[in-house]
């Protein structure tokens, strides 16, 4: 069978057209809600671990202490590859002002990571932020599902979060 415009609008090829499109829109929304459930994850922690509260933390490089709904999740290292987009140690709480407009504020974030892991640890995420995963979709609803249990364990979200 010649290739032409009958097979491509054959009900096959639709289905085919269609669930390709399905796929792209669902694994956008899987990475982002992902994300958000790892970022309300990360900066819980660092609340609790900053001022004892789930309602207020400080930022990592500049220390300004603002309410929960304020902060950012940001990176150490800019430029979220996908296998270092989750990484635990390489992203803290910070205000809009060091992660947006100081780019992360990298050189405070270098100290402020040795300080919290160790000589040479910031050498450790450097290389982790250059590999290079591509996430199934599974991967991503597994993540959420991990950090959904993670913010449990820490006792859920303050209902006051602004
Ligand atoms: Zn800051």
Redesign the pocket.
């Known amino acids: 069978m010649k290739r032409g415009k009958k097979l491509e609008y054959s009900p096959i090829a639709l289905e085919l057209k269609s669930r390709r499109a399905k796929k792209k829109v669902s694994k956008r929304t899987l990475k982002n809600n992902a994300w958000s459930i790892f970022s309300q994850y990360i900066r819980l922690r660092d609340c609790l671990f900053t001022t004892g509260t789930k309602t207020h933390g400080k930022?990592?490089?500049?220390?300004?202490v603002l309410p929960f709904g304020k902060l950012q999740a940001g990176h150490f290292i800019s430029g979220r590859h996908n296998s270092y987009l989750f990484s635990e140690e390489g992203v803290h709480a910070?205000?809009?002002?060091?992660?947006i407009i100081?780019d992360g504020?990298p050189l405070v974030y270098r100290r402020a990571i040795i300080d919290l892991y160790g000589e040479g640890y910031d050498e450790v995420l450097e290389k982790e932020s250059r590999e290079i995963k591509k996430f199934a979709p599974q991967d991503l609803v597994d993540i959420a599902e991990y950090y959904k249990k993670e913010i449990e364990k820490l006792g859920g979200l303050s209902e006051t979060v602004v």
Do not use: A, E, L, P
């Not at 930022?59 to 300004?64: M, P, S, W």
């Open positions: 930022c990592i490089t500049c220390g300004v910070q205000c809009r002002t060091c992660n100081k504020n």
